[in-house]
């Protein structure tokens, strides 16, 4: 019982043989002349079978992708001019039988779980950046990644969460190549 | 003050409240964090974290109180003990029921919590969801039977005019969408319950690829989709169902262009492609309302199962933390409690050891009203009160041993001898006085029987005190005087003259006897002095009186009957007359001395000149030494007269007297010398000297001027016997002497306030008598004119 109490500290960071991979990314100026940057990412996992579980017993689960641009500078920490982040929320209905992924507004049904974690790993056309935040002739990076929400989970998860790695599903940050070309 | 050093110290008591405060606030919020609300839902794990955290530090606090506990305990320190138990017994106290609770507290949750899921209960939802279900399939089978209806009726509709039949179909049977797509997806036309104009509308949703070539090749495309939680009706619960529309079996005949129906519907121009119906029928929103009730209520009992595990670690792990914090806040209450408790008594047992030790400090007291508190004041009022009285002990003690003091200074230097015996005549004290009159050292033979020391006094004293039991009335003490011989003195010495007092005494162990004895020898010679004095004027009164008639009467014979005789007979009555007229010539001298003797003038003192007084008077003696006997053997008067020589207050012709009767006194007692016909050699010295005497009346050290007269003779000295007596009248060594001498000098040096003493010299110091009179009335200033050194006078 006094482990118990103490196991929040040693429940260590993820590290668990779970985690998100970002096969590719890439960053892409916007089809309209005044529009921004675009973010195109390609996330690859598998949802564990105890996420799944929750998912089909009704758990919305919430999954975040987060974008960062930093400006380096050399005589302190990189700047950050960028922090955004996108929420899809992947819930299932048992009486329709319908899995659907929202993205604020947006919801989408699939018939299947594997169709709907299909379009979650595929994330199009976000914009992440005003065209005018971005200086020709500075030097940037950007990192992405993915990463299962779970302090937007039940209070009982989130005790899973700190003591059990099905729960910890997370990408590394990955640096999204930036070149000078999107500047201009 | 004695304080020991606090058991606590001030930084580590703060310490631990603040840390027991903060640890209830946050054991609180995670009390109410706990459970299955949205309270603090982001932030639970550092809610935990931080919980834990107090703990720890609670922890380390508690430790470090037990082993300063246990290190006191070790060293033994004044109070540890008493402390430790206290602590003990308080953190006990609150351990054992708080660790009772949690245990009964645990099993009970776990109970609980398995009791919430109960298979019942699943089956219940799990009916409920298969009934919900069923109705939606109920509905999606009716919304099937109506879209295949419409369809066969719109089979047999030309192309051109399916759209308007379409919605007068879809109103007829009652439905809330109606599609007409082609099979590559795009749209015909359609139209919707909701509103009139449906050019207005939004671009209605069109249907999937997928879904149409389902329909196609399965020949009916039937869901239930929507989101039950959905707000927009339109994005809510709804059948939504595609059929194909199967050929027509007439042959279409017109082909016109576009046409618009009264809807307005954009058309497009027919063609043999397949088309296919949808229709999409919204669930009653009654059912939707349930639907939803059944979801939410399923989802949160799935989530309740599924976090069974997480709730029950949850709940324990706020448990625990509880415990621990509450087990923390024992112990330190307890060792905080016992600190406070034990305080006073500590010092209370600390100023008994220092009480005992005869350290009256006070001890620190407390404040407060509580009867440990009180104790402390009380002892301290005790400790004075003792110290108090110690010190009037003491004070009083300082006194007795003063008094004592005084008393035996007091006894020591009395003249009068004190001895106590016990009840068997035994020494028991002696003062220094009973010491110098008896003679003998008394204060080493405490102890022994009084008749071993002093046979002759101890065995009167005997006698008297018996005669006092046996007395026909008795009396308290008694009084005798007794006579007893000198101890260590010759054999025909003086005997003692004692005035002794006797009277009863009790002692620590049991009767005894005190006895205070004064040497009244001088006493009875003064009052011998004074007696013969008085018998002498009488006796002088008396005597003259008859003596004159007798001279008278012989020298009348003679004158009478001296011419009537013969010659022989005349001769003899001459004789006769002479013999009676010298004989009553010299009685009379004799009253006439005795008349002196007895009325000696009083003296009249002015200020003299001791030296030229003796000047005077030896000249006299030397000059009537060489006029009478100018013997060669005479014995020579040496005058040793000290210069500067102070006046002193003396009557000059009684002090003639004085110096005329000593130098007779020395020249008769070197007379055998000349009558034998030994060597001369007979030697008288008068010396004069001035000395200084301890003046009682002056302050002390302060001495006085003081004229010593002396006058020595080297001739065979006083004898013992006489030496005691020999100012008293009658006592003479001279054969022809009348023994008044003395006496009259003794008389005036007693007038003059001054003293005299008989010494018999050592041989060393040439041997003979001097006598020596100490002047104390002296003037002092110096004599005007030294008188000289020495004179021989031959």
């Known amino acids: 019982m006094l482990l118990l109490a103490v196991a929040p500290f040693f429940a260590g960071p993820a590290s668990a043989a779970d985690r998100i991979a970002v096969q590719s990314a890439q960053l892409m100026l916007a089809d309209d002349g005044d529009g921004g940057l675009m973010l195109d990412a390609q996330f690859d996992f598998e949802l564990p079978p105890v996420l799944e579980d929750a998912v089909n017993r009704g758990i919305a689960l919430y999954f975040v992708v987060e974008f960062e641009l930093f400006r380096p500078r050399w005589y302190w920490f990189d700047k950050k001019l960028i922090d955004e982040t996108r929420t899809f929320r992947l819930t299932y209905s048992p009486l329709t039988r319908q899995y659907r992924l929202a993205t604020g507004a947006l919801a989408q049904p699939f018939d299947s779980l594997a169709d709907a974690l299909a379009t979650l790993r595929r994330v199009r056309g976000w914009q992440v950046a005003d065209r005018g935040l971005i200086r020709p002739d500075d030097k940037y990076t950007a990192q992405v990644r993915m990463r299962l929400d779970t302090s937007q989970l039940p209070k009982p998860f989130q005790i899973n969460a700190l003591t059990n790695r099905d729960w910890t599903l997370a990408s590394d940050w990955r640096n999204v190549p930036f070149s000078a070309d999107l500047a201009k | ?794």
């Not at chain 2, 298979?119 to 099937?144: C, H, I, K, P, Y």
């Not at chain 2, 007068?168 to 009652?174: P, T």
């Not at chain 2, 030229?612 to 006299?620: F, T």
């Not at chain 2, 013997?631 to 210069?643: F, G, K, Q, V, Y």
Request: aromatic letters at 4%; proline letters at 5%.
């Open chain 2, 1 to 794: 003050m004695l304080v020991p050093a606090p058991a606590i110290s001030r930084a580590l008591r703060y310490g631990l409240l603040t840390a027991l405060a903060l640890g209830g606030v946050l054991l609180f919020l995670l009390a109410s964090a706990s459970g299955n609300t949205q309270a603090f839902e982001r932030n639970y794990p550092l809610l935990l974290a931080i919980n834990g955290a107090i703990a720890a530090a609670l922890l380390v606090l508690v430790i470090m109180l037990v082993a300063r506990l246990v290190r006191r305990w070790r060293a033994k320190r004044f109070g540890a003990r008493l402390m430790a138990r206290f602590a003990l017994a308080f953190a006990l106290m609150g351990v054992a029921p708080g660790f009772l609770i949690y245990i009964v507290s645990v099993q009970f949750l776990q109970r609980s919590i398995e009791s919430w899921f109960d298979v019942r209960v699943d089956r219940a939802l799990e009916s409920g969801l298969s009934l919900g279900r069923a109705a939606l399939e109920a509905q999606l089978a009716d919304v099937t039977g109506k879209a295949r209806v419409m369809a066969l009726e719109l089979a047999d509709v030309p192309e051109s005019q399916q759209l308007g039949q379409l919605e007068r179909m879809r109103e007829r049977v009652g439905l809330h969408e109606a599609l007409l797509v082609t099979a590559s997806g795009r749209l015909i036309g359609a139209t919707d319950a909701r509103s009139g104009s449906g050019f207005d509308e939004l671009v209605p949703e069109l249907p999937a690829l997928a879904d149409l070539r389902q329909a196609r090749s399965q020949r009916t495309f039937a869901k239930v989709e929507g989101d039950p939680l959905a707000t927009d009706p339109r994005a809510g619960l709804r059948a939504r169902v595609i059929v194909p529309i199967p050929a027509s079996t007439t042959p279409p005949n017109d082909v016109e262009g576009f046409a618009t129906s009264p809807r307005g519907m954009l058309l497009a121009p027919a063609r043999t492609e397949v088309r296919l119906l949808q229709v999409v029928q919204r669930v009653p929103p009654s059912v939707a309302a349930n639907a939803e009730a059944l979801q939410n209520g399923y989802r949160e009992y799935q989530e309740l199962s599924l976090s069974r595990s997480g709730l029950q670690k949850i709940y324990t792990a706020t448990l625990t933390l509880t415990l621990l914090l509450a087990i923390f806040a024992a112990i330190a209450t307890g060792v905080l409690l016992a600190a406070s408790l034990a305080a006073p008594l500590l010092q209370l047992a600390e100023g008994t050891k220092s009480v005992a030790e005869g350290d009256y400090r006070p001890v620190r007291e407390f404040r407060g009203s509580d009867e440990l508190n009180l104790l402390t004041q009380s002892f301290n009022a005790m400790t004075r009160q003792l110290g108090e009285a110690r010190d009037a002990v003491e004070a009083r003690s300082r006194e007795l041993e003063n008094a004592r003091a005084y008393l035996e200074r007091v006894l020591t230097n009395l003249s009068a001898g004190v001895i106590v015996l016990d009840k068997d005549h035994r020494l028991v004290t002696a003062n220094y006085g009973a010491s110098r009159i008896l003679g003998i050292s008394l204060a080493p033979h405490v102890g022994q029987p009084f008749a071993d020391l002093a046979p002759a006094m101890a065995q009167q004293v005997a006698g008297c005190f018996s005669d006092q039991q046996l007395a026909a009335t008795p009396k308290d003490s008694w009084q005798q005087q007794m006579e007893i011989k000198r101890a260590g003195g010759q054999r025909d010495a003086e005997p003692l003259a004692l005035l002794a007092r006797g009277s009863h005494l009790p002692l620590d162990d049991g009767p005894g006897y005190v006895v205070v004895f004064d040497d009244i020898t001088q006493v009875i010679s003064a009052q011998r002095a004074v007696a013969w004095g008085e018998v002498a004027r009488r006796l002088a009164h008396e005597i003259k009186n008859p003596l004159t008639p007798i001279q008278l009467a012989a020298e009348r014979l003679q004158m009478k009957l001296a011419d009537k005789l013969p010659i022989d007979q005349a001769e003899v009555l001459a004789r006769g007359a002479t013999t009676i007229v010298n004989q009553v010539a010299a009685m009379k001298r004799m009253v006439d001395d005795f008349r002196d003797y007895a009325r000696v003038p009083p003296a009249r003192l002015v200020a003299l000149d001791l030296n030229a007084l003796i000047d005077e008077v030896a000249a006299l003696y030397g000059v009537e030494k060489r006029r009478r006997n100018p013997a060669p053997d005479a014995p020579a008067i040496e005058l040793a007269l000290a210069r500067g020589l102070p006046f002193i207050e003396g009557d000059a012709t009684q002090l003639r007297q004085v110096i005329h009767n000593l130098l007779a006194n020395a020249t008769d007692a070197l007379q055998p010398r000349e009558a034998g016909g030994a060597e001369s050699g007979g030697r008288i010295v008068v010396r004069t000297e001035a000395v200084a005497i301890d003046d009682p009346a002056a302050p002390a050290g302060k001495t006085k001027q003081a004229v010593r007269l002396s006058v020595e003779d080297n001739g065979p000295g006083f004898p013992a016997n006489i030496l005691r007596r020999a100012f008293e009248p009658y006592v003479t060594t001279k054969p022809s002497g009348t023994g008044l001498g003395l006496a009259m000098v003794r008389k005036i040096v007693d007038e003059h306030g001054a003293r005299i003493e008989l010494i018999n010299r050592s041989v060393a110091a040439g041997g003979g008598a001097s006598v020596t009179i100490v002047f104390r009335r002296v003037i002092q200033a110096v004599a005007a004119e030294p008188t000289g050194a020495r004179r021989r006078v031959a």
